[in-house]
């Protein structure tokens, strides 16, 4: 029988600046104000809608989240900028997402002990790359030193589990020997912090995970993946209209509908009875129950789809302990979340206890691996 896929190694990256819920706010209200001054004669005549203020109180209880990072924080809080300040790099030097990324990789091909010549695939799965081509996976392949090859996948908040579904087939069909899947997440320059539904959610981070076969696993934690689940169903409740052909029909680039927006309460109602469904029918092909699953790695959007979704499956509320969240400090992000919950939260696991990672979202998309302590 061929050897079991593994986890043999996980990293976090967390950028360096912190952006508060309050610093949030107060740069929104201030923006609020500004705008609410300056469109007076409209808002009075009924053509342009005021805005209303933002709460630090609302976004905690809506969401779960107090703070967030950001990769740059330069701009964010600038009420006549209201966008990191990112400068553009020349082409040769590393890209900025390549340099996320290359920073969560070292620290899981440390925690794997793994060096470049170990690997032969790099994939870049996160929910935008900053530019088409050359892909963001082959510069890190190229700046790691890594031979073999690379490619970036795009499945907004389920790029990272299906990035680990790819090489989890990859090293079960023998087509490679060992996988660095990187989730480097710089959601910042997509969010609309002038928008009051939606200025909250986001926040920067990257994660690194090496799959491999047991045959070559020399790490002190590392998890049998007994298999991988995805489905997807096509939503617009979740969606970004950025994209290259915006050049070409003439749409303002900087329009609204261009970064990300949501139906926010529609995509709870939906998702959170798919992603229930969807995680029971997964441990059943295990003949495992949810009362079986030490640890739930769940997508980290918002706290009360995680105690909702918990709840059906366990008929309770999870513990901190069984579903760890860290929406708190990281806030949603994108595919990263549950990958972020796993590399704070496995190293207490012992040997056959059962893991489940779930990631759902946009498309909508969700994907989930049922894995298990060595
Ligand atoms: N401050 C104060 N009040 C507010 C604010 C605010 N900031 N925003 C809204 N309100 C008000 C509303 O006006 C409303 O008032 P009223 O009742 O008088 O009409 C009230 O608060 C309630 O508003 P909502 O119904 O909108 O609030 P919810 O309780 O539904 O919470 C959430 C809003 C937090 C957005 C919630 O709906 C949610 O989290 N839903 C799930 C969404 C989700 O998971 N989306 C996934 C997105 S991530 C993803 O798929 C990845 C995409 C790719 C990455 C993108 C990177 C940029």
Redesign the pocket.
């Known amino acids: 029988m061929a050897s079991p896929v593994v986890i043999s190694g996980t990293g976090l990256w967390t950028p360096p600046y912190s952006v508060s819920n309050e610093e949030l706010v107060d740069a929104y209200n201030a923006h609020a104000d500004q705008f609410n001054a300056e469109n007076a004669a409209f808002i009075v005549s009924g053509e342009v809608e005021a805005k209303?203020h933002?709460?630090a109180g609302?976004?905690e209880k809506?969401?779960g989240i107090k703070s967030r990072y950001a990769y740059v924080k330069d701009g964010i809080l600038d009420i006549n900028r209201l966008k990191p300040n990112i400068p553009e790099r020349r082409d040769d030097e590393l890209s900025d997402q390549a340099e996320m990324a290359i920073n969560a990789a070292k620290i899981a091909m440390e925690a794997a002990n793994k060096k470049a010549e170990d690997i032969d695939v790099v994939i870049v799965a996160c929910?935008y790359t900053q530019r088409s081509y050359p892909a963001i996976a082959i510069e890190v392949q190229g700046a790691l030193g890594i031979e073999g090859f690379g490619f970036d996948m795009l499945v907004?908040?389920s790029a990272a589990t299906f990035g680990l579904h790819r090489a989890y087939e990859m090293i079960a069909a023998d087509t490679a020997k060992c996988v660095l899947i990187i989730n480097p997440e710089l959601?910042s320059p997509?969010?609309n912090y002038a928008d009051?539904?939606s200025h909250?959610?986001?926040g920067d981070v990257s994660t690194a995970t090496i799959v491999e076969s047991a045959d070559t696993c020399r790490s002190e934690h590392s998890y049998d993946i007994l298999s991988t689940k995805a489905v997807t169903s096509f939503s617009n409740n979740?969606r970004s209209n950025f994209g290259y052909v915006v050049r070409a029909n003439d749409s303002d680039p900087f329009a609204a509908d261009k970064l990300?927006h949501?139906n926010?309460?529609k995509?709870?109602k939906e998702?959170c009875p798919m992603a229930a469904r969807h995680i029971t029918e997964h441990l059943e092909r295990h003949q495992l129950s949810a009362v079986d699953v030490r640890r739930w790695w769940l997508h980290q959007?918002?706290i009360n789809?995680n105690l909702l979704i918990s709840k059906k499956l366990l008929g309770r509320d999870a513990t901190a302990e069984e579903a760890p969240i860290v929406l708190d400090q990281y806030a949603?992000t994108?595919s990263a979340g549950s990958l972020i919950a796993f590399n704070l939260h496995h190293k207490d696991l012992v040997a056959g206890d059962y893991g489940l990672i779930c990631s759902f979202?946009?498309g909508y998309s969700i994907g989930s691996l049922v894995i298990r302590k060595r």
């Open positions: 209303s933002s709460s609302f976004i809506a969401s929910a907004a908040c959601t997509q969010v009051r539904d909250f959610i986001f979740i990300f949501q926010g309460r995509v709870f998702v959007a918002n789809m949603n994108a979202g946009a």
